[in-house]
């Protein structure tokens, strides 16, 4: 492979580019938004004089792709990592506070511990999400973890943020390899990390600098409209007005959304729904050089506070309930739960932004799980990418940078364009 077309700048396309880039291949990337980042992204914020994301956003020091590509792309250092690894809970209805600290080791022995444990649960009700490692591909995460005041603490706010999905009906084998490779792993996999001044200083920029080093041809604003698909692979790209032809020793990675993947490759259906995550910001007086922390919270609407210095970020996952309310209602309703959380007396409501992401993930339910697409395709030449793409992973970030990599792999390696395990019916 000689030049790379990456289609989609998110962070699967720019995992992709740089991998690719790294490797001394000539990469054009493709971008429909004028900006880089996709779900994953910055912004100024007028109104409230603050930068902020389109959403929270958690990594753990276990997603060892994501660390790899902070460190192939120089953005690490962007990163916060909080060590050792800590979470502080806060009941809005009972007032109750405790935190979360994971033991060193393999084994959760520190669940045994019940001043560990939150307030009220007991190990058994716990221990029901050992239940996820062995869970079959059709069971719902809620049918394997029981109820009670163990999943109302500890299952629910986790397997709700990691799949953005109602454990109710997400897909149990999806939090496997999450635990796995992060809890299973003892404390130093478990940390939480997030971006110190935005996601785009730590995932994006860093990277399209690489990029910009290494010679790629960067197209913001520029649209893919259009493949012209033949038996024996692509012929050309359609984008921003222009055909653009494709040699046979050049490869193209589709990093767009299941949507859009769809419409660009004919014998694909996307996934029949998706998943919402609502934000709040709120700007807070400005000062002081505290990192980065994070509150989680139950009882209440409000799931998760991200804190930075001048901001308080709320964050809703699976948040089919809220989605559609009026913004100037979400904010009154989550922000005595934030002041009540982060002890701000009885402060009146700041300047604040409501951030809806109507299509954050896909709905990730045993069904959907079946129906991910494969990395390869059945055209020479042509790979997709995506968090959605099966990588064995729910769709994260660590989802997303593995997709792309895997992308670049599968091109490198090249493909038999009568490879029919490609097809998807
Ligand atoms: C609010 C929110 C909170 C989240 N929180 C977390 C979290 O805490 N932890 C976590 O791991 N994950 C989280 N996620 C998920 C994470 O953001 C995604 O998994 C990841 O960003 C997906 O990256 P992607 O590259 O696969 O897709 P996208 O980011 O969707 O990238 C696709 C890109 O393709 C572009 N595009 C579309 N059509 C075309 C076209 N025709 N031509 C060219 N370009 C096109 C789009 O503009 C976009 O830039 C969250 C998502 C949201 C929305």
């Known amino acids: 492979m000689t030049r790379l077309h990456v289609v989609g700048a998110g962070i699967a396309g720019l995992a992709a580019a740089t991998a690719a880039a790294t490797r001394g291949v000539r990469v054009v990337l493709w971008e429909a938004a004028p900006q880089a980042g996709g779900r994953c992204r910055s912004f100024d914020d007028a109104r409230l004089g603050r930068r902020i994301d389109n959403g929270n956003h958690l990594v753990l020091s276990g997603n060892r792709a994501t660390a790899a590509y902070l460190d192939r792309i120089g953005g690490r250092g962007e990163m916060h990592e909080i060590a050792p690894a800590a979470y502080p809970f806060v009941d809005l209805a009972t007032g109750e506070r405790w935190t979360l600290r994971p033991g060193r080791g393999p084994v959760p022995l520190w669940l045994a511990d019940p001043a560990r444990r939150p307030p009220g649960t007991r190990l058994g009700e716990l221990g029901r999400g050992l239940g996820l490692l062995w869970a079959g591909r059709r069971r ?191 904010a009154r309703r989550f922000w005595p739960e934030v002041r009540r959380a982060l002890d701000l007396g009885d402060a009146p409501l700041p300047a604040f932004r409501i951030i809806k992401e109507k299509r954050a993930t896909p709905r990730q339910t045993p069904a959907a799980a079946a129906r991910r697409w494969p990395t390869r395709t059945r055209w020479r030449g042509l790979a997709l990418a995506g968090d959605w793409i099966d990588t064995g992973l729910p769709a994260t970030i660590e989802s997303a940078v593995r997709s792309g990599e895997a992308a670049v792999r599968t091109l490198a390696r090249g493909v038999a364009p009568d490879d029919t395990t490609a097809r998807i019916a």
Do not use: K
């Open 140 to 330: 719902a995460a809620a049918a394997v973890l029981g109820d009670g005041t163990g999943y109302a603490r500890f299952w629910d706010p986790l397997v709700t943020a990691v799949l953005n999905t109602d454990p109710a009906e997400a897909a149990a084998h999806l939090m496997r390899p999450v635990l796995l490779e992060t809890f299973a792993r003892g404390e130093p996999a478990c940390r939480p990390v997030i971006a110190r001044t935005g996601l785009d200083d730590a995932l994006v920029a860093p990277a399209l600098r690489l990029l910009r080093d290494r010679g790629a041809e960067i197209r913001l604003g520029a649209r893919v409209d259009g493949l012209d698909l033949a038996d024996d692979g692509v012929r050309a790209l359609h984008a921003a007005g222009e055909r653009v032809e494709l040699t046979p020793s050049d490869g193209i990675v589709l990093a767009t959304p299941p949507w859009i993947t769809a419409e660009l490759v004919p014998d694909h259906a996307a996934p029949a729904a998706y998943s919402p995550i609502v934000n709040a910001h709120f700007a807070l007086a400005e000062g002081g050089a505290a990192p980065p922390a994070l509150v989680g919270l139950v009882g209440g609407a409000a799931q998760w506070i991200f804190r930075r210095p001048g901001l308080a970020s709320v964050t809703v996952s699976a948040a089919d309930a809220l989605v559609d309310l009026p913004a100037d209602e979400l």
